[in-house]
């Protein structure tokens, strides 16, 4: 399903935040995943630590948009990550571009899963307002629609 998954996410037109399928092979007990590799690069957790456990707010901002790109363009060609994490991310030291890697456990989103996910979307959007007046509140996200679309 992994080798399913990349082809999917690097459907034309290309993405530079998914991390290339350049060939693959299948084999009676395994399968060769050939991926592209940038250089120099290493994993998000480890780029943190090199960068004494933190990043100012410019650098985080940077790579939590390009996460963020990944994760959409991946749902919109159909593919649901669902490992999305430091060691997942890789970082080019040079020039800061992320790529997402490794789709061994995602699935294909269903149809249903967009409602459920776009109220799930509202609900945390609602939640992260940065003024406080506008903040959903503890009593009204008991009474959200997230909650109502599965009963």
């Known amino acids: 399903m992994e ?3 990349t082809l999917m996410a690097n459907k034309s037109p290309g993405a530079p935040q998914i991390i290339q399928l ?3 092979q299948d084999n009676e ?3 060769i995943m050939i ?3 940038p250089m120099p690069c290493m ?3 480890n780029f943190v630590k090199l960068h004494g456990e933190s990043l100012d707010e410019g650098m985080a901002r940077k790579v939590m948009r390009q996460v963020i790109e990944a994760a959409d363009v991946c749902i919109k060609r159909g593919v649901f990550h669902q490992d999305i994490k430091m060691k997942n991310l890789l970082v080019n ?3 800061m571009e992320v790529k997402l ?3 061994g456990c995602g699935v294909q989103v269903k149809k249903f899963g967009y409602e459920v996910f776009s109220e799930c979307c509202h609900m945390i959007s609602s939640c992260l307002q940065s003024d406080p007046q506008q903040r959903i509140n503890l009593e009204k996200m008991h ?3 997230w909650f109502k679309v599965m009963e």
């Open 3 to 5: 080798i399913v998954l």
């Open 22 to 24: 350049l060939d693959w």
């Open 29 to 31: 007990d395994h399968y």
């Open 35 to 37: 991926m592209d590799r």
């Open 43 to 45: 994993d998000l957790k």
């Open 93 to 95: 030291q040079d020039t």
């Open 101 to 103: 890697i490794d789709f």
């Open 143 to 145: 009474l959200h629609d």
